[in-house]
């Protein structure tokens, strides 16, 4: 009897501890405007939860962007931002200050999205030049379109579960104001292939891609980042139903792509 017992003494922390999350990511949104980002926030909040606990790491989300200063971050291995990004001065430099110490993010979609003048226009240098390297957004496709894309780099962490080439979710495809491919420190996972175009449906014609080089998902080398230009669901406009036409998370490509990302930035 002392023997079993002493075998639960024994073995029991060493359970806790192999339950306990190997790192802590906070999903920061907004979640108000577009009827097809509002969709995709919830379907992303929900489905990083489930995806939490099938990997062994622990996710929170919130709106409330006054969360991005020093303390509430030192808390999380990986930030995202699911939908924009900090406006206030305060928050900004916070957020620079927490990557440039070795923390990890990852964005989606509209969350680089940046244009003078606009509601969002780019009054934040290092997160637009520096960072992400895009600069300002330039355009985009329209209706959200399923694309072809193709592998740019292997081998690597958030790629290595994919195919050379494969067909992704539904999307509204941007385009950005520098060619990525020009940077020594931007690293392209991702891009439009060829076998896409034309890709769109517009109607105006310039919402649809006849040719061109299109990056989708990369990665900065200066810090630990990646963005992913996925994240807006197909909505039901024009039959004003806003009925969701389409999920992200329902390609399973897409579904394996993230969590292997996830592990990447958050096992240091």
Do not use: C
């Given at each position: 009897?002392?023997?079993?017992?002493?075998?639960?003494?024994?073995?029991?922390?060493?359970?806790?501890?192999?339950?306990?999350?190997?790192?802590?990511?906070?999903?920061?949104?907004?979640?108000?405007?577009?009827?097809?980002?509002?969709?995709?926030?919830?379907?992303?909040?929900?489905?990083?939860?489930?995806?939490?606990?099938?990997?062994?790491?622990?996710?929170?989300?919130?709106?409330?962007?006054?969360?991005?200063?020093?303390?509430?971050?030192?808390?999380?291995?990986?930030?995202?931002?699911?939908?924009?990004?900090?406006?206030?001065?305060?928050?900004?430099?916070?957020?620079?200050?927490?990557?440039?110490?070795?923390?990890?993010?990852?964005?989606?979609?509209?969350?680089?999205?940046?244009?003078?003048?606009?509601g969002y226009p780019q009054n934040?240098?290092?997160?637009?030049?520096?960072?992400?390297?895009?600069?300002?957004?330039?355009?985009?496709?329209?209706?959200?379109?399923?694309?072809?894309?193709?592998?740019?780099?292997?081998?690597?962490?958030?790629?290595?579960?994919?195919?050379?080439?494969?067909?992704?979710?539904?999307?509204?495809?941007?385009?950005?104001?520098?060619?990525?491919?020009?940077?020594?420190?931007?690293r392209i996972l991702l891009s439009?292939?060829?076998?896409?175009?034309?890709?769109?449906?517009?109607?105006?014609?310039?919402?649809?891609?006849?040719?061109?080089?299109?990056?989708?998902?990369?990665?900065?080398?200066?810090?630990?980042?990646?963005?992913?230009?996925?994240?807006?669901?197909?909505?039901?406009?024009?039959?004003?139903?806003?009925?969701?036409?389409?999920?992200?998370?329902?390609?399973?490509?897409?579904?394996?792509?993230?969590?292997?990302?996830?592990?990447?930035?958050?096992?240091?």
């Amino acid at each position: 009897m002392f023997r079993v017992l002493l075998f639960f003494i024994l073995i029991s922390p060493l359970a806790a501890l192999s339950q306990q999350p190997a790192f802590n990511v906070i999903g920061f949104y907004t979640g108000i405007n577009d009827r097809a980002h509002v969709s995709y926030v919830q379907e992303a909040n929900r489905w990083l939860a489930e995806t939490a606990a099938k990997h062994n790491f622990h996710y929170d989300a919130t709106n409330d962007w006054r969360n991005m200063n020093p303390q509430f971050l030192s808390r999380y291995q990986v930030v995202l931002f699911l939908d924009t990004r900090p406006d206030s001065a305060d928050q900004r430099k916070a957020f620079e200050q927490y990557m440039e110490n070795g923390g990890a993010w990852i964005g989606f979609h509209f969350s680089a999205f940046a244009l003078t003048p606009s509601g969002y226009p780019q009054n934040w240098d290092w997160y637009h030049e520096r960072f992400l390297g895009a600069g300002q957004y330039k355009g985009n496709t329209w209706r959200p379109t399923s694309a072809v894309l193709k592998v740019e780099n292997r081998p690597h962490p958030v790629t290595q579960h994919l195919p050379d080439t494969f067909r992704s979710a539904p999307n509204e495809w941007y385009s950005w104001q520098h060619d990525l491919r020009d940077s020594a420190h931007i690293r392209i996972l991702l891009s439009i292939d060829k076998s896409s175009f034309p890709l769109g449906t517009g109607p105006k014609q310039w919402e649809i891609w006849h040719s061109g080089y299109y990056p989708v998902v990369w990665t900065n080398t200066r810090y630990r980042m990646l963005y992913v230009n996925m994240g807006h669901n197909d909505i039901d406009y024009e039959g004003k139903t806003n009925r969701e036409l389409s999920l992200t998370f329902a390609n399973v490509l897409q579904q394996r792509m993230v969590p292997d990302a996830l592990l990447w930035l958050g096992k240091k």
